[in-house]
C-alpha cells in the first residue's frame, strides 16, 4: 500500500486538466474538518492529503487515475453518502455513529469491481469502514467478502471482523466492516491497513478476486475510562466482576469477568452462560452487543460489550447480572449448541444489583 505513493510521485499532473465538479458547502466542511486533524502525518501523506486539498478546491476529474487501478482521492460522492447512516436504520446500537465518524472517499479499481472506502470510526477498541461496491456482475442480496487487515503494521492484532453487505442498486452495493483489536488493546490512535481480495454471490458462489488496498490513520472518539471498585456481585457460586467501563460518545463498553463455580450446576446444565441487564438511574434501558470474549476454560471468562449512546444526564448505571441454565441440543459431532426456538428448559438466576456512579 505505502509503494502506491511512490506511483503517485511519477505521474506528472497538470492542474489545467481538471475540471469543475460541484462540490455542497456540507461536503467541503466535513473535508475541512478531515484535514485539520490529519495535520501530524507523513511526508506521503501530507502528499497524498495535498491532493485532496487540490481535488476539493478544483473539483478533480479523476477517472484517468481511477482506470490505473490504485487507491486515490474519489472524484464525486456515491450515491450513498453515509454506509454507516444507511446501515444504523436496521441496527439500533450503531444509530447516531455517522456524527462522528471521518470522511475517507479513497477509491480502489480491480477486475472490474470499484470499491470507494467514504468513512471510517475509531472507538479505541473498534475500528468501523463504510463502503460503496460498483461491480459489473451480480453478486447476490448479500455478497461475501474475504479481509485481511494490519494495525500499526501488525498483523493478528485483531479479534475478529464483522461484515454487513447489502445491495442497494443493480451490481451497486454498500458494506460496513468492523474490526476489533484483541481484548487487551486500547489504542488512542491507529494506522490500519484494510485489504480486500475477494468478493463472492452467498448463493451462485461466483466469486471476483482481485486486490483493494487501503490504509486509513484514525484518530479515537474522546473516551473516558473508569476502573471499577464495585466487588463482585455472587449467588450460588457464580459471579460477575466488572473491571471497566469506557465512555465514548457514541456508546459505553463494559469490560467484566464471570466466574462459575457451582459443580452441580455444571454438572447438571448444558449450557450457562452470563449476561447484564444495564438501566440508569433515570430508567432508560441499553441493548448490548457482545465485543468479545476470552477465558481458560477453568471457571473465568472475561467479556466485552458495547451497549447504545449513554443518555446524557444519566448519573449512575444499574447492572443486573444474570445467569442462564440452558439445555443444549446435541448433533452428530457432539458439539452442543441452543436453539432460541426450540422449547428445551431454561432457567435463570438473578444476581444483586452492581451500581456505578459515571464520571463528569
Keep these: 500500500m505505502k509503494n502506491l505513493f511512490k506511483h503517485f510521485n511519477d ?3 497538470d492542474v489545467n486538466e481538471f475540471e469543475e465538479a460541484d462540490v455542497t458547502e456540507f461536503e467541503k466542511a466535513q473535508f475541512k474538518r478531515d484535514l485539520k486533524r490529519q495535520v501530524s502525518k507523513t511526508k506521503n501523506r501530507k502528499w497524498m492529503k495535498g491532493v485532496a486539498a487540490v481535488c476539493l478546491s478544483l473539483g478533480i476529474g479523476t477517472a484517468s487515475l481511477i482506470g490505473l487501478s490504485y487507491t486515490t482521492f474519489a472524484h464525486d460522492i456515491p450515491i450513498v453518502n453515509s454506509i454507516i447512516k444507511l446501515f444504523s436504520t436496521k441496527d439500533k446500537i450503531i444509530s447516531g455513529y455517522e456524527e462522528f465518524a471521518d470522511q475517507q472517499h479513497l477509491v480502489a479499481e480491480s477486475n472490474g469491481t470499484t470499491i ?31 479481509t485481511t487487515f494490519k494495525v500499526d503494521g501488525r498483523e493478528h492484532a ?3 471482523t464483522e461484515h454487513i453487505i447489502e445491495k442497494v442498486g443493480p451490481n451497486k452495493y454498500a458494506g460496513l466492516t468492523t474490526a476489533i483489536l484483541n481484548l487487551s488493546n486500547q489504542l488512542e490512535q491507529a494506522n490500519f491497513e484494510f485489504h480486500i481480495s475477494s468478493l463472492s454471490n452467498r448463493d451462485t458462489k461466483e466469486m471476483v478476486q482481485g486486490s483493494w488496498d487501503f490504509e486509513i490513520d484514525a484518530k479515537a472518539t474522546e473516551n473516558k475510562v473508569q476502573i471499577v471498585e464495585a466487588p463482585a456481585s455472587k449467588k450460588a457460586d457464580l459471579g460477575i466482576k466488572i473491571n471497566e467501563v469506557i465512555y465514548t460518545p457514541i456508546s459505553f463498553i463494559v469490560n467484566y469477568t464471570e466466574t462459575q463455580k457451582n459443580e452441580m450446576l455444571k454438572e447438571k446444565w ?19 452487543r457482545l465485543t468479545g470474549g476470552t477465558g481458560n476454560g477453568q471457571g473465568f471468562m472475561e467479556y466485552v460489550f458495547t451497549y447504545e449512546k449513554l443518555h446524557p444526564d444519566a448519573k449512575t448505571l444499574i447492572f ?8 443444549a441440543e446435541i448433533d452428530e459431532n457432539g458439539v452442543k449448541w441452543v436453539n432460541p426456538d426450540s422449547d428445551l428448559k431454561m432457567e435463570i438466576i438473578e444476581l444483586s444489583d452492581i451500581i456505578i456512579k459515571i464520571p463528569k
Design 116 to 146: 470507494t472506502v467514504n468513512e471510517s470510526l475509531f472507538d479505541s477498541k473498534k475500528f468501523l469502514v463504510g463502503y460503496y461496491i460498483e461491480t459489473d456482475r451480480d453478486l447476490g442480496e448479500h455478497p461475501e467478502i474475504e
Design 270 to 288: 448444558d449450557v450457562i452462560s452470563s449476561d447484564l441487564n444495564v438501566k440508569d438511574n433515570l430508567g432508560n434501558t441499553y441493548t448490548s
Design 158 to 160: 485483531l479479534f475478529h
Design 11 to 13: 505521474i506528472d499532473i
Design 320 to 327: 443486573t447480572p444474570i445467569f442462564k441454565l440452558m439445555e
